[in-house]
């Protein structure tokens, strides 16, 4: 396997160097095949999502396909605009007669390492910026949603030349392979952890990263919030992807005099998107594997459950579970839970719950409900994250105009839109300088005078 990734790095280098044509036109050719390939596949995507993760259509439409379509669409209609060279002033007391300008270059081969929990929305998501950017990829899918690691290198390999994009499939022995080549940068989404290695094996040959990490999403729910809408729009965001998303509301700090009454909301809003019996909902999905399962129902431990609970490991199934009173010392508080449940607790001043969230590392979203704008700029002055929503949840990934990713822990650069274009662009500086006039103020000997002209010429 290391000889086979070994050469097709070596011929994507040959291609970016020599052969590539990475104009206006080859890039918005390459997106425009890339979106005819997931047209066509689009019924065998929604399938193999639904054999790994137990997605609906609708959901899987929404979240994976529809989403990139969308980004699709988006990034043809600005490439032109994105890709021209800015022009930017020259001091001319300084640099006598030039023109500087700023112009995005492609990075040049770069490597986009990918998850299961959204294992096609997160690979071609970043997969079309480095496409309008330029770049010669390789992709590395999740070897634990194997459904759709093999359809997408099937699609991938009917589109286009390995020479240009390549998918690579295999456990992580496979990532730890790809880590020893000198990439021009690395695209990695997943927890932090294995963010941390990926930052490691990058800094052995200074290549840049772009981290789309995790943390504990909190939503704070203040005394003023309309209990009804924010009971809809905190349930859904939990229930997409069975919990199992990096922006999914994490826990709840409600205030003390909402919490009962958003409690019984809650349990009512489950009940009526996703019926009695949830197990037999068709908009309701499964755990990735055995393995998440266990993590999951070993965290419901000597737990208050006020909703939910019931699970079957052998069809992966968790309940949207609840639970209240949760101390701030128990297993479910100490990490991302990633999965379906739900941990409440209260706080009696805005200021406990800013002191609570910056118990832990900035992550990825703040959530509030409120109707304040004051309490809403006072948790945005007083704690850090990657996002910050009001009166709702995850609905911002929807914003292409919007930058996402994190902070510190929770990840590092920005990408969908314009920025995933930068992201995978190298702004160039460049300067074009006459030489009809080259005066000699910069040049030896220095003088006094020289001394006194350029001083001058720097204030």
Not at 285 to 301: D, P
Not at 367 to 375: A, D, L, R, V
């Amino acid at each position: 396997m290391i000889s086979h990734i070994k050469q097709i790095f070596e011929n994507q280098a040959v291609f970016f160097k020599e052969e590539a044509s990475m104009t206006l036109s080859f890039r918005l050719s390459a997106l425009t095949k890339l979106e005819e390939a997931i047209l066509k596949y689009r019924d065998e995507i929604h399938q193999a999502l639904k054999k790994d993760l137990g997605k609906s259509s609708f959901e899987a439409y929404i979240t994976e396909t529809g989403f990139v379509l969308h980004e699709l669409k988006f990034v043809k209609q600005n490439l032109k605009k994105w890709m021209r060279e800015q022009n930017v002033p020259s001091p001319q007391k300084l640099v006598f007669y030039s023109k500087s300008s700023i112009k995005p270059t492609p990075r040049g081969q770069v490597l986009i390492i990918a998850p299961w929990n959204y294992p096609f929305q997160l690979l071609v998501s970043p997969l079309i910026g480095a496409i309008a950017a330029g770049n010669t990829i390789v992709l590395k899918p999740s070897e634990n949603a194997a459904n759709t690691a093999s359809l997408i290198e099937k699609i991938i390999g009917e589109t286009f030349p390995s020479k240009y994009i390549s998918v690579i499939n295999g456990d992580a022995e496979i990532s730890k392979a790809l880590l020893e080549f000198d990439w021009d940068l690395i695209f990695f989404t997943g927890s932090t952890q294995v963010g941390k290695e990926i930052a490691k094996a990058a800094a052995q040959h200074l290549t840049p990263v772009v981290l789309e990490l995790g943390g504990k999403c909190p939503v704070i729910v203040h005394s003023d919030a309309n209990i009804n809408v924010a009971a809809r729009r905190i349930v859904w965001g939990k229930i997409i992807n069975a919990g199992q998303t990096c922006v999914a509301p994490d826990y709840i700090l409600a205030h003390k005099s909402v919490k009962e009454k958003l409690l019984k909301q809650m349990i009512k809003v489950l009940q009526s998107m996703l019926g009695k019996h949830v197990k037999e909902s068709g908009a309701y999905g499964r755990i990735i594997n055995n393995r998440h399962f266990r993590r999951l129902t070993a965290l419901l431990a000597s737990t208050n459950i006020v909703h939910g609970g019931e699970n079957d490991e052998r069809t992966l199934f968790i309940a949207p579970t609840i639970v209240d009173n949760v101390q701030p010392s128990h297993p479910l508080m100490q990490d991302e839970i990633f999965g379906p449940i739900l941990p409440v607790l209260e706080y009696e001043t805005i200021e406990d719950a800013i002191r609570f969230v910056n118990r832990y590392t900035p992550p990825l979203a703040i959530y509030q409900f409120t109707g304040s704008n004051k309490q809403f700029d006072l948790v945005a002055r007083h704690t850090q994250s990657g996002a910050l929503l009001k009166n709702d949840t995850i609905i911002h990934l929807s914003n292409l105009h919007l930058p996402f990713g994190g902070v510190r822990q929770s990840g590092m650069g920005n990408y969908h839109g314009k920025y995933s274009f930068e992201a995978f662009s190298n702004n160039r500086s460049m300067l074009k300088h006459a030489t009809f006039f080259d005066p000699s103020l910069r040049y030896p000997p220095y003088t006094e005078k020289k001394w006194k002209l350029i001083s001058k010429l720097l204030q």
